[in-house]
């Protein structure tokens, strides 16, 4: 089955400054590729996401990046604010299921001091 | 718009007993995802169902069961349980055709 690294597992960041955690999938077939927010004590929330036929995606703030032959993606965090520490998975689209179980990542703790 | 919802949200179970969870997709969605997440890891997969139908699972033990209704709302249920099944359960919704998966709030799961 596929397995997902990410890295780092902690990383603090001064508020204004940029942030970017990094993610390897090992399934050259994985095609969907989510990033998800989780702050303490509640559900893992959606923040972007990239399908495996493009190559960066940007919402305000925040942008993912995929390099296919590599087989890594990326998320980029721009300008800081202390709301954006949480925990952040990345996870990989499983192709083999009719509809996709998600792997995920071991998680990275981002604290954006103020 | 309700989101996905859960229940219970916290329960505290002791070593051998039985634990039933139930989870409420989005409205017109209707698959659901459950995922174990352990205190400082990643949620892993352990049932996918659509249309009443399992679809996929993880590397659990038969321990783990679920079962999906006509409403397309789900139960998870664990027998036997063993204190390395304390964790949070996850219950995600999705749609054929999308991928994005969207979480419920979790039950927090407690073996004593």
């Known amino acids: 089955g596929e397995n997902v690294e990410q890295h780092p597992s902690t990383l603090s960041v001064q508020e204004g400054d940029s942030a970017v955690i990094k993610c390897t999938y090992s399934d050259s077939a994985s095609n969907y590729f989510p990033w998800y927010k989780q702050e303490l004590g509640k559900r893992p929330q959606l923040i972007i996401d990239?399908?495996?036929?493009?190559g960066e995606k940007k919402d305000q703030r925040i942008a993912v990046t995929l390099n296919k032959t590599a087989k890594h993606f990326s998320l980029h965090i721009t300008e800081t604010q202390p709301e954006d520490s949480a925990v952040y998975f990345c996870a990989a689209r499983d192709r083999g299921s009719t509809l996709g179980r998600l792997y995920f990542g071991r998680g990275t703790q981002l604290t954006v001091w103020p | 718009d309700a989101g996905v919802t859960q229940s219970p949200t916290h329960l505290i179970k002791t070593r051998g007993q039985h634990v039933t969870l139930r989870c409420s997709p989005i409205s017109g969605h209707k698959s659901v995802s459950w995922y174990q997440q352990v205190l400082g890891q990643g949620p892993q997969f352990i049932f996918q169902y659509y249309e009443k139908e399992e679809r996929g699972r993880g590397n659990f033990p038969d321990r783990f069961s679920a079962r999906q209704f006509p409403n397309y709302s789900s139960e998870l249920n664990v027998n036997a349980l063993l204190l390395g099944d304390s964790a949070l359960y996850l219950c995600a919704s999705s749609n054929q055709g999308n991928y994005e998966q969207y979480f419920g709030p979790g039950t927090r799961l407690t073996v004593t």
């Open positions: 990239i399908r495996s036929n493009v």
